[in-house]
């Protein structure tokens, strides 16, 4: 058996790692991204899509996912300290706001992720 887990979206594998994270960047999309958030038992709201977005903003502006730390930091700057505080965030992503939040924004998991294993 393999490890590799796959989605099927409209006639096309969605390729995973072991993990959960998607193998391909380009194979996410919102219908991925609820289908992952659901695996986890989140129910995406404005506030999770809010995170979800600025996650894979950033990755596209500086090729890596943010961890906890730097993603409190830039959120609480962006959007304010309701929005950019750690327990919001972990109210969110309660298995952590850089596992989950990168799994269900199609990213990999920052190299330096402290809220992993979750």
Same mark, same amino acid.
């Given at each position: 058996?393999?490890?590799?887990?796959?989605?099927?979206?409209?006639?096309?594998?969605?390729?995973?790692?072991?993990?959960?994270?998607?193998?391909?960047?380009?194979?996410?999309?919102?219908?991925?991204?609820?289908?992952?958030?659901?695996?986890?038992?989140?129910?995406?709201?404005?506030?999770?899509?809010?995170?979800?977005?600025?996650?894979?903003?950033?990755?596209?502006?500086?090729?890596?996912?943010?961890?906890?730390?730097?993603?409190?930091?830039?959120? @609480?700057?962006?959007?304010?300290?309701?929005?950019?505080?750690?327990?919001?965030?972990?109210?969110?992503?309660?298995?952590?706001?850089?596992?989950?939040?990168?799994?269900? @924004?199609?990213?990999?998991?920052?190299?330096?992720?402290?809220?992993?294993?979750?």
């Amino acid at each position: 058996m393999s490890s590799i887990m796959n989605y099927i979206v409209d006639e096309d594998l969605i390729n995973k790692d072991p993990n959960g994270f998607l193998l391909d960047l380009n194979d996410w999309s919102d219908e991925i991204a609820r289908d992952i958030a659901n695996e986890e038992g989140i129910t995406l709201s404005d506030e999770h899509w809010q995170v979800v977005n600025f996650l894979r903003q950033h990755y596209i502006k500086y090729g890596s996912s943010p961890n906890v730390r730097l993603l409190v930091k830039v959120l @609480a700057k962006e959007f304010g300290d309701e929005v950019g505080n750690k327990k919001h965030l972990y109210n969110l992503f309660p298995h952590g706001p850089s596992r989950q939040g990168c799994r269900i @924004a199609g990213l990999p998991l920052p190299n330096d992720c402290v809220d992993w294993p979750g």
